[in-house]
């Protein structure tokens, strides 16, 4: 077909009813992804995953063959939407396990638990010393004995209020810094912010705007992007929002993200989403509480290596490459319309440092937010996300890993799997009787199962034997036992008229087992590079996509912590945006974090010559060295 | 006549032949300013200097009634260009005193001579480290032991060979460096700036261009221009060029300028100019020199407060109102492109500091230039220009003035003043005969007088009995006494068939005695504030517009300057080019600067209460007191 005659073909999604116009040939995805619409893809569009299932209700198309296609779906004209091209009008139908609506899912929940944290600020830790800063400032009008210029006499003036020995100002500024004083009568509100050793006049307004400065913290995920609204000059959160992020249609995982920019030369396109999240974010907020965005002035993010690259446009193709090094791990504070965000135009745009591609600043924020830097005694920090970071250390040492697990636990590979949205399977026990009790969020019909979930179905399947150390069904004639193409399955929840069965296959499990089998390897690994025995861990906090309601005991029961005394564990949250709102608040903060990703050392488990035995032998129930487990081989079906 | 049918005329410009299209009712000033071409003007248009007269040769035009033109000019079709509309198509002759080329003017050698000064920084007075500096870079490249990453590493490698203990980049460069390094094979040429307390990356090129590095010192005079190219790899000055300022059509004084720009709402037109013709400069010398202008990374500006902030679009309206105050004194540095400036796009522009509205950083840098800072005695430095200012004081103590006599010595205000450019008189005798011996630039017939020679003038004058000590004529019968309207003239070249007579008038001379004695007066306020003595001075500096051949005996005759030995006074030239060389070799110079500024007192002569008693005292040749110029006494006619 020549280029220049190529039909135009219009595409309507079902249920949001969402149209798109595409030249005829367009790959379904991408007029998805242009529509706006989500829908799942693990394999960027390669064709592997077959998480994009879509029903084609009416019109010409052309498909690959796939062995991911039941005959059944292809019979329903289920298609991979990314082995799909449009050839004619059509309806399309998207299931509903693709529906990802910010407004139902877990992070509101989230969000306002963090919103009660007070923070490390008002704890009394850091000075409240915020990178932006606003006051009034006041000063005699010159006279011809004083005669100091308008510049100067307004540094001098600043001054008198906080340390700046290096000032900066904008030209801008400058070349309406003389009219304005004068206009003002010499009564200015003055906006600072401070940028490495300088502080920078960002801003001024005549008058006594003084009490009107409000900033963001967003902690940048590679699944959900969290903004909380901060007033700056009392520390309080005023507002959170989250939403998902919307790079998620080019692949779950930021490497598949990575490769899929490299590929399509979608780097703008890329930081284009990842802004777009965050301005959404800002905007929401700011008109939900009737904030001028121009007072808005400033944000700081913390997140992964690679979403701190998109977001700022920074090179990130080395991060998934051998030597798998950041362009950027300090990045200094930018002016934040310089990167797209809409906040005030001469507001700063700060990041938390990172410390090396696959351990982020996301995670130099839980050390921040968990204090584990200024303890004597040893703590362990997990953030298990899409990736497991895990760091090692007190006020001496501090170590750190990536697992590459995968993000089984963010239900990714898992059948069944789902976040922690609305119908996500959140808590899930096995009964005496063998019937199984589950609670799923938003108390609806169950829809999927979220990571803490499937942490319970596996703890639960081994602890009841139906899976053996190995994680293998011991298959029995228990009905809920199905032997499939793919192989056993076993039924969580059956069918309904209205909804399907939720089953987790041997596949399902193989897989969580690897993920935790990650994290735990990483952990020994940086535990046996610093000799720390179990029992010198005096606290083990663990961040992330868990939701609310991890059951630590069930962690351990499989293997993913080491077997510590359960009050030791402590679920965190998200770190991150602690993390980053202590920041915000305290200039400290952010040198104290500056030293945290400086001290660190980071291990490379793939070159690490200890971490492949490690893993092996973490993928047993609870691990191949149960002597490592003392509480759990005590559970009595193990005896 | 309405806007909508206004005809449009051309008006050609002869001898230029340059010619412009202009709708009917333009004033021909107006039009001069729109076709480029170079009229004088001292009141901006005002219609009472007289100075814009040109020749209508052909076409009608209306003109308003005038006091300023003879009544055979008028016949002659001689018009004040201000007071002339445009009615139809026309020729207008430009008579050749208005002829201002840069090609044939004093600045040549003027610049020429200041390339041979070795400078500051030579002479080892300042430590030899430019404000921007450009050096090979080498980095081991990252490993997966050594993953450090690129910006960080950059760093590291910097921070090797250069103290940088703050450091920043700006983010287009971040977003590029991961694969500039990489593609580099980390080896890279890198331009930093010094931007007071931080050290800038402002440049990352791949390979090892590194002994490619220039950048430009600016002299920002109000009547000329000139520029220095620098190399800054080994600290030579490699080309020197000069320009007239072309702002000159809205004013010869900056402070007519700035009341034009105030009336026609023109600031951006005044900074258009005068970066105009920085970047006419810049151009010429990186021609010449087969240079890319993107190898010049730097320039440093100094010249007077209203300059600086013309430059700059800085407001500079302030300046010429009570309490007469600069927007910025401590300019910070600046993107050059910010300003218009065309370098390297990410080069830096430094301005030297002011230190009021009257006394800018061009005397700071004749300040640095002639190190008066450093001495135990007292010296004087004394720049006439467009103004005259004065700065006395040594290592312990500056204080500073500026006059506000006008520009007579640049040849305003005087019949056949001009500026020191070809057929100007630049020294003038009367011998024992009573005729009069003259040189002129180019050694061609005289067009008018310069500075040096109006002083050689006003000497002879009153040493030969011509005018007393009032500088009032002792009319004889001398032939060369005449009576015109405006009172007695003394002629000092007869005409020729082709050539005018030249004359000084009474009004010339009170002119010029008024100057003088506002430099003098300044000069004694600074020296009774300090209680200075005429013999504690141990140096005197002349800088400024006198050319290259100022006669310093006959300062001191006239009074202008105190009654010294005369070994003890210097002309010194443009000091302001070579402080602005200086500060841009040495970053440690520019400490210096800032420091001079800083510590120099400013007196306002207009408030100072014995200011107008000392200028009264001073209108006498050489003075009222002539205890004060006992070698001028002694000159046989005063017996």
Known sequence: MEERKKKK??????????KIEVPAGTVLLEAAHKAGIYLSSICGGDGYCGKCKVIIDEGQFQGRPTSLLTPDEIQGNVV?????????????????????????????????RFKELAGEVRAGVFEFDPLIQKFCVEMSPPTVQDNTADHERLYLAIR??????IMQTGFRILQKLSRQLSEAGYKVAVTIGRRGGTTEVIEVEPGRRCEINFAVAVDLGTTTVVAHLMDLT????????ATYNSQINFGEDYIRRIIYAEQNNAFDEMQNRIVHDVNDLIVTLATRQRIDLQDITGIVCAGNTAM???LLNLDPTRIRREPYIASVSFVPPIRAAEAGVQINKRGLLYCLPSIAAYVGSDIVAGVLTTRIYTKKRISLFIDIGTNGEVVLGNRDWLVCASSSAGP????????????AGAGAIEKLTILADGSIEFKTIGDTHPAGICGSGLL???AELFVNGIIDRTGRFKITDDPRFAEADEGWQFQLVPASNEHQQIVITQADINNLIRSKAGVFAAIRVLMDSTQTKPEDIDAIYVAGGFGNFLNVQQAVTVGMLPDVPLEKIQFVGNTSIAGAKTVLLSRKALE??????????YFDLMSHPGYMDEFVRANFLPHTDLSLFPSVTSVKYEA
């Open 234 to 241: 009392n520390a309080t959160t005023i507002d959170t929002e």
């Open 160 to 165: 008198e209020q906080i340390d700046a020995p």
């Open 456 to 458: 319970d179905t596996i």
């Open 80 to 112: 991979l939407a990314c082995q799909t091209k449009v050839l004619s009008d059509m309806t399309v139908t998207v299931p509903k396990s693709h529906a990802l609506d910010a407004g139902q899912i877990l992070m509101d929940t989230d969000a306002r």
């Open 592 to 601: 104290t974090a500056k030293k945290i990703a400086e001290g660190m050392t």
């Open 9 to 18: 073909c219009w595409v309507q999604f079902q249920p949001s009813g969402l």
């Open 408 to 419: 089984a636990f963010e239900g990714s590979g898992v059948r069944h799997g789902m976040r």
């Open 308 to 310: 701190v690259h998109f």
